[in-house]
């Protein structure tokens, strides 16, 4: 049943499967399996076909417990179920790497498609992939071969037509290879870094060529996809998490426990999925993780949990070349003169009249990766007579994900988690890790360059990390111990163990406990010794406070989420009470019309659940606030009369007054803002607060990052590359409230027992994008709820399950 959101107005041919009922052909277990895992007849179905073989055990919810005797056929049984789920979400992206998007649907808005076919022809993606696929270890190897089999032998047995979803009856639809999934995944390595510059490098062209054919995407799109990378002191993405690891010292059981609280957008690939893969005797792991990469990427077994969340550190560096005057592909590096690297690129484009021509195109590529022009940004970084710019992505060529986190699965202490890290490392990801025996471990590995001090220099005191590409000395450095020539070695990466605990709120790795501040790391991985934000200083307060005795129960965990308290009101709502108590009414500025909002706010819980009534008049009055003094919540000034101090990053700012003379304003602004938009000063917010799935608007409780927010819940006007059209919206009140499509993806908490792990999820979208399927928003309710649900891990608990269904896929 769906919960729809209150009034506004209210207080290709393939050959067929054959799917039969277990009466009439039963399936026995797969090998090393016990027999209790057999359901009962009614329950079973199998899909018949030669060579791998998996049973898909549906619970509730829709979470698929993939059980299979080999790894090959448990991505088989992954990749079947995540078709049956989502498959147009990877349909889509396979399109995409592959450069096929003007293909099948035209050149698109201002070049659009063809900018990204021009693009990911340059990088070359699925050459790459195929060149790399036989040198990957052989079990990643055979789960990438066994997901793509697993998902074209679930597109056969349902025919293109049969595929349900946003991308229903779209005609690009069709088989995917293993190359296109690994080429795919080196795509997922640059969320990051290189998917930005795709139009940068799309228009990158000698001064002297004339580009006929385009593609001709205006200045302002290609500034915009870039502008991310330059922002927010090189925050490279607008993705988020809150991790913590809690050891044995905090938690009730005495053994470790996790949090994972990912914040992903709610639409196109970045969408998470749940799943368990079980592999007697190999593997037996829990989580979720994203379409087309075999695996789970944040989980647990058995003896350990594991989490990420975004690093803020550079995984990139822009490099300047010095020109040979005469001759704009040819370059300086120290006292050689080095030639550009042509690569033509030739891609077919679906004119309106349904035929195709041809775009040829030929980009250009430095010593280290593709120029780029960035003169939308700076006249000076585009390619000129003098000089150009090329990228230098720490991911390019990315092969180690699918290796990386079947290592992790297969872990069993903290100590493993840490070494796994050392040899793979991330792509742009911090790890937190919580084991059995209650130790807890911090890492922040991703794929960082290895800058030479000069490097470095040249790196902080430019707006947008450029180097001196002619420069030997601003090479990055190659030293053992690294994951990729060129990267930061582990011994130099920031990491920290401790039996109480560690977390991230995607803040440097300075503070992962106040206790132990980790210092002297290089500055390309973030800051040392600034103020946190709102958000990290809010997990660090409640980190330091657990209510249960003194230590964490998992109940806990969930709340810190889903409880929906803010810093910001924490800290603030009692002051400006006694402001409104003091000041409204007044003829001071501001106050006189305000004493309708101070009861509203006298009567709010603080929190930003769907039925609390004064949570939209706090957060359009802070942002009134944060619009005239953005660092208001993280400085002295009208908010704080204490400043920063590195010695006590976690409760400075502090001295919560505020100034009336900015407040008053505010909060008149605020109350002006509703009733424009038609809504009562008291209205809930899950009357103006939703997320639009399936024509309904679902309410949402949580609130922006900028308040200080556990549960992040924001919108974004590109929430991923996808093709799925994302519903209108902005951060701006209107009549329409606030649309909501990112934050808040996922919540994972985990406690060890003397008998095993237990969790409790939340998939806050739902299983399934099928808009007729059970599972398509039914985990929305229980979000709108605050609730969480348990994990079925134990093979007793998937068995006891009410709603259990299993198909038996096998296939070649």
Not at 509 to 524: D, V
């Amino acid at each position: 049943m769906l919960t729809v959101r209150l009034p506004r107005q209210a207080s290709f041919v393939l050959p067929a499967l054959v799917i039969v009922v277990a009466s009439l052909l039963p399936a026995a277990s797969p090998a090393g399996a016990d027999d209790e895992f057999t359901p009962t007849a009614h329950q079973r179905s199998t899909v018949v076909g030669p060579g791998y073989r998996a049973e898909i055990r549906r619970t509730s919810y829709g979470i698929p417990h993939v059980l299979a005797a080999s790894l090959g056929s448990a991505a088989f049984g992954q990749g079947w179920a995540y078709a049956e789920d989502r498959l147009c979400d990877l349909a889509d992206q396979v399109v995409k790497v592959r450069g096929e998007r003007s293909r099948w649907l035209g050149a698109g808005p201002g070049d659009q498609n063809l900018a990204s076919d021009v693009g990911y022809r340059a990088l070359g993606l699925v050459d790459k992939a195929r060149q790399a696929l036989p040198a990957i270890s052989r079990d990643a190897r055979s789960m990438i071969e066994g997901y793509a089999a697993g998902y074209n032998h679930y597109l056969a047995s349902v025919g293109p037509g049969g595929v349900r979803g946003w991308c229903a009856g779209q005609p690009w639809i069709g088989r995917i290879s293993a190359v296109d999934l690994l080429a795919y995944q080196q795509d997922l390595a640059i969320v990051s870094s290189g998917r930005f510059v795709l139009p940068a490098v799309a228009v990158a062209h000698p001064p002297s060529d004339q580009v006929v054919w385009g593609p001709h995407v205006p200045a302002a799109a290609v500034a915009d996809a870039v502008r991310p990378l330059l922002s927010g002191g090189r925050n490279t993405a607008a993705l988020g998490s809150n991790g913590w690891a809690v050891g044995g010292r905090l938690s009730d059981s005495g053994r470790g426990e996790l949090l994972a609280n990912p914040h992903f957008p709610w639409q196109g690939e970045l969408q998470l999925w749940e799943s368990q893969l079980t592999v007697p005797g190999v593997l037996d792991v829990y989580g979720a993780g994203v379409g087309g990469l075999p695996g789970v990427q944040i989980g647990f077994n058995k003896r350990v949990a594991w989490t990420h969340t975004v690093s803020p550190g550079a995984r990139f560096t822009f490099d300047r070349l010095q020109l040979v005057p005469g001759r704009p592909t040819s370059f300086h590096f120290g006292d050689r003169i080095l030639q550009m690297q042509p690569k033509v690129v030739t891609v077919p484009v679906k004119e309106a009249d349904g035929r195709l021509k041809t775009v040829t195109r030929t980009l250009w590529s430095g010593k280290h990766g593709p120029i780029v022009d960035l003169s939308s940004i700076d006249p000076s970084f585009g390619w000129t007579s003098t000089s150009a710019i090329e990228f230098r992505d720490a991911n390019a060529g990315n092969t180690r994900l699918v290796d990386f986190w079947l290592a992790m699965a297969r872990s069993g202490s903290t100590a493993q988690v840490a070494a796994r890290n050392a040899e793979f490392g991330t792509p742009w990801l911090n790890t937190l890790a919580a084991d059995s025996s209650g130790t807890a471990w911090f890492g922040d590995a991703p794929s960082t360059p290895n800058l030479t001090p000069k490097a470095t220099r040249a790196w902080l005191e430019s707006p947008i990390g450029l180097l001196d590409g002619s420069d030997p000395e601003q090479e990055w450095r190659e030293e053992p111990g690294a994951p990729a020539a060129g990267l930061l070695p582990a011994s130099r990466w920031p990491q920290l163990t401790r039996r109480d605990y560690v977390f991230n709120a995607n803040n440097s790795p300075w503070i992962a406990n106040p206790q132990s501040p980790i210092e002297g790391f290089p500055a390309q991985l973030g800051e040392e010794r600034t103020a946190l934000s709102a958000r990290a200083r809010f997990n660090a307060m409640l980190l330091a406070d657990p209510r249960s005795a003194h230590r964490f129960t998992l109940d806990e965990l969930v709340s810190a989420v889903l409880s929906n308290e803010t810093l910001s009101s924490r800290l603030l709502l009692d002051p400006v009470r006694q402001l409104c108590r003091v000041h409204a009414g007044s003829t001071e500025a501001g106050w006189r019309d305000v004493s309708k909002a101070c009861a509203v706010l006298d009567g709010w819980d603080g929190r930003f659940q769907v039925h609390s009534r004064g949570a939209v008049l706090w957060r359009e009055m802070l942002s009134e606030v944060l619009t005239a003094h953005p660092d208001a919540l993280n400085a002295a000034g009208p908010l704080f009369s204490s400043a920063f101090d590195q010695r006590d990053p976690v409760h400075t700012p502090g001295s919560p007054r505020p100034d009336p003379a900015v407040l008053g304003p505010a909060l008149d602004s605020a109350r002006q803002t509703l009733e424009a938009a038609g809504f009562p000063l008291d209205v809930p917010l899950g009357v103006v607060q939703y997320s639009t799935k399936g024509g309904h608007e679902l309410p949402a409780p949580g609130a922006p990052d900028v308040l200080g927010a556990i549960n992040v819940v924001e919108y974004t006007a590109a929430p991923a590359t996808t093709l799925e059209p994302v519903v209108p919206g902005g951060d701006k009140l209107s009549k329409d409230g606030y649309q909501v499509n990112t934050g808040t993806s996922m919540l994972l908490a985990v406690r060890f027992t003397g008998s095993g792990p237990q969790a409790k999820c939340l998939l806050t979208f739902s299983q399934s994008i099928d808009p007729a399927s059970p599972h398509f928003a039914d985990q929305q309710e229980l979000f709108a709820q605050g609730k969480a649900r348990d994990c079925l891990y134990a093979q007793s608990e998937i068995r006891a399950d009410p709603h259990l269904r299993t198909t038996v896929v096998t296939g070649s």
